[in-house]
């Protein structure tokens, strides 16, 4: 069964539309470690559009340029990518292909016995479309120590709440700190005077 894990880069306020300025900085050998560990035995990556074209824009060329990120370059030639598009056209490199309804691609990797583990880098559209359809398993925030202040952000304005279950946390020496979240069942509702008892401050 397929394990559907979304990996993004995020400011402190909450941008995952990535700017060199303010990402780059932040980019040592844990992050790298991060990543690296994101795409560890990956069996598909699942893209939205945008984010397809900046990955095809770049890294057939740094393949082919064999420096430093040739191998990890490589290994997204490699691995068999599926794109969230109505396009009909090529999509320009080797195992790819495309989808028009994400979701139910989603559903049906995560239900594929053949599948184990499925990263979805960036691709925030595509990210909220699972997210509310219930078809993410692992949600990935590199979280950086800065505020944006503008960019698209994770969360879109909606009616409705995610809940979601800590599995993870670990601080970078640089201030990032990597969060391992899951979908979960939303905690019991409590009002201020199902609360007041905890702690409170006392007057003197």
Not at 31 to 59: E, H, Q
Not at 136 to 160: I, Q
Request: hydrophobic fraction near 40%.
């Amino acid at each position: 069964m397929g394990t559907i894990v979304s990996t993004l880069f995020c400011s402190l306020d909450g941008v995952v539309e990535i700017d060199p300025e303010w990402h780059f900085p932040y980019f040592d050998d844990q992050m790298g470690a991060a990543v690296t560990d994101d795409y560890a035995d990956v069996d598909v990556v699942l893209l939205g559009r945008v984010t397809y074209d900046s990955f095809v824009g770049a890294w057939p060329d740094r393949e082919a340029a064999g420096e430093q990120d040739a191998q990890f370059a490589k290994l997204l030639g490699d691995t068999r990518k599926v794109v969230a598009t109505r396009g009909t056209a090529d999509l320009g490199w080797r195992n790819v292909e495309a989808t028009a309804d994400v979701v139910a691609t989603a559903r049906g990797l995560r239900e594929d016995p053949g599948v184990g583990k499925v990263v979805v880098p960036g691709s925030v559209s595509v990210v909220r479309q699972l997210l509310a359809a219930g078809q993410l398993d692992e949600l990935r925030l590199l979280v950086h120590p800065v505020a944006a202040r503008k960019g698209t952000r994770l969360f879109d304005d909606g009616d409705e709440r995610y809940a979601l279950r800590l599995l993870s946390a670990e601080a970078f020496g640089t201030g990032v700190v990597r969060l391992v979240y899951t979908p979960t069942t939303p905690p019991e509702a409590r009002t201020y005077d199902d609360v007041k008892q905890h702690d409170m401050p006392q007057a003197e």
